[in-house]
């Protein structure tokens, strides 16, 4: 029986997919012992997030909040950093992986290693949401907090209203994969500052600097399993999927203001509700266009260009 290489070795996409799914085999976390976080020493000291990336750092309220007030907040981002992640995984980037394993596009020549890639990322992805739950877990535990349940996700929410608006099945396949495919980009910006920062709590360091590491891999993945798609879209749908990969950028910006209101209650932040309504909606989305545009640079859609097509109307043309 011929291997994948061999299968695939006059397609430049499938050679690329071959050589990153050989590399999962010893890269991925989920194929490597993790170390215990019980053999992470806990330091009360430490915060818990980067401060850096709360989008409400200079306000005034922050800024006058007494110290232990601020811990507080520093442990609920850390918690709400890590239910977005999983939302991320389970809602945005599971559907699109279990749609290209069970139906792979139809008259692709790589359709065996689609299939293999995806299941590899959905094994990395399922890890992922277990290292954010314990890690969640256990800051809960070692900062006596109570919980924060939290399930509106603006991300999550647009999507949903966006796939209810489809039309067609094609639409809600492309919009499926398309929101994926620019949080598997994004997620790497997204996980950058907290797996670079040392000074923060071990535990957060570490799971966060595993989980950039797969997910470096998973751009690459879910960028050539882009072009083997877009390579069989009409112009229509490469112009539908250009508009969705770009939009996803504002909502994985968000600030999620709604998150934080439920935190700042938690943590007897005085000043919370003025913060929620100074700070608004928009995240520091500068940090992400760049890496959305040379997505689409790199899938073949820079030049489609985008039109007003995500009322989800039309068919295929
Ligand atoms: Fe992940
Ligand atoms: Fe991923």
Redesign the pocket.
Known sequence: MKDFASLNEKDPVGEMLSKLSALWVSRAAVNNEQTPYSELAFNPAKADFSESLLPFRGHDAWRDAPAEVKEKCLSYAWVIYNLKTIYI?CNV?TPACEDIIKSPPVNSQNREILQSVMAE?LL??AL?TKMSISASNYIYHHRQLPYLDYCDFNLIGWRNALLSSCTAEWQRRLTRFGIACA??TL?TDYLKTMAEDSSIQTVCHEVTRTHAM??WS??SV?SFVAIDIVSQLSTSEKVYLHEVIKKTVSMFANNEMGAWRKAFSLAGLEGGEDIVADVGDMGEINVYTGSVNSLLARVGLESVGAGPVLACGGGRG
């Open positions: 995984e980037v990322a990395d992805e992922h949080s598997e997620i797969d997910e998973h751009s879910f």
